[in-house]
């Protein structure tokens, strides 16, 4: 009899303590539906008037002639330039992490696409000082045609380059595109972004790729940025069948490099002639 009351009274033990911990789970899940919610609220509700304040202070700069009124729009414009960013870095994140991004393959020119991004980064380069080189080996022909999402590769390396660009006070930035392997009907290419700049210490890689996180918590306050760019850098890599990753040695530069699959292409006569016929079924 005691036997059976010490089982009895463990089983019911037991079977509150699931139910305590059925009850806690379905709480986290119900808070972390809210936390969500509340996130997708507040970015898309902050997206469009960030998106109006640049509009109007684009607006406003044809009507203020004194140098101080332009200075504080600019500041003004770079405020809202900056939270556009944001909400534009937490809205991709997260779809990245929720499995909610699709991906639009398009056909196109790496070349071409990596020398507009190097001809609009020369402008943050020269306003430093520094170097801007561009090196297209395997893929330096303008006729070469890929498909892949072309406006996902245009994004990680305009945050690599930019962040090269932050953290190097003097010296050069390179860009470099390798082919990392060839398929019969796919490639495999490598995308290199090398500066002079700070670094980072080896123990430090492990932070560089996590959300919300950087090499140094002092580099936030001292760069500024929101630490969502390099996991949202991998996240996308690994999403068009590559990978991320980085090396560097402190205080002599850093190395930044992504991979990407992309489909071949017929030649690129075809690909225009697709494209007009495309053109004319619109009209």
């Known amino acids: 009899v005691i036997l059976v009351y010490y089982i009895y009274r463990d089983t ?6 699931r139910e305590n911990l059925e009850e806690a789970n379905e709480e986290i899940r119900r808070i972390m539906n ?17 998106a109006s304040i640049s509009g109007f ?33 937490l809205l991709d994140y997260h779809q990245l992490e929720n499995g909610l991004m699709k991906l639009n393959p398009v056909d196109f020119s790496p070349a ?3 020398r507009q991004c190097a001809g609009e980064m020369q402008i943050l380069s020269q306003e430093k000082g520094l170097e801007l080189h561009l090196e297209l080996d395997g893929i330096s022909c303008p ?7 072309a406006f996902r590769i245009r994004q990680i390396l305009n945050n690599l380059v930019s962040n090269a660009i932050k953290f190097t006070p003097s010296g050069r930035v390179a ?66 069948g590559g990978q991320a990753g980085a090396h560097s040695t402190l205080g002599q530069g850093s190395t ?21 016929i495309k053109d004319a079924c619109k009209e």
């Open 256 to 276: 930044f490099w992504f991979t990407a699959v992309f489909d071949k292409v017929e030649d690129a006569s075809l690909v225009k002639a697709r494209e007009q």
């Open 112 to 114: 071409d696409m990596f």
């Open 34 to 50: 809210q936390r969500e919610r509340l996130l997708l609220t507040i970015t898309h509700d902050i997206k469009a008037p960030a």
């Open 57 to 89: 202070i684009d607006l406003m700069k044809d009507y203020v002639d004194n140098p101080q009124g332009i200075s504080c729009l600019n500041s003004i414009k770079g405020s809202a330039t900056h939270l556009s960013r944001l909400v534009a870095a």
């Open 143 to 149: 006729q070469t045609y890929y498909r892949a999402d």
């Open 175 to 240: 860009i470099r595109t390798l082919m990392d392997a060839e398929m019969e009907s796919h490639v495999r290419l490598r995308f290199e972004v090398t500066d002079t700049g700070i670094g980072f210490a080896e123990v430090q890689l492990p932070n560089l790729f996590a959300p919300f996180e950087q090499a140094d918590s002092s580099m936030s306050k001292r760069f500024g940025g929101t630490g969502l760019g390099l996991a949202i850098t991998r996240k996308l890599a690994e999403l068009m």
């Open 12 to 17: 019911q033990k037991e079977r509150i303590y």
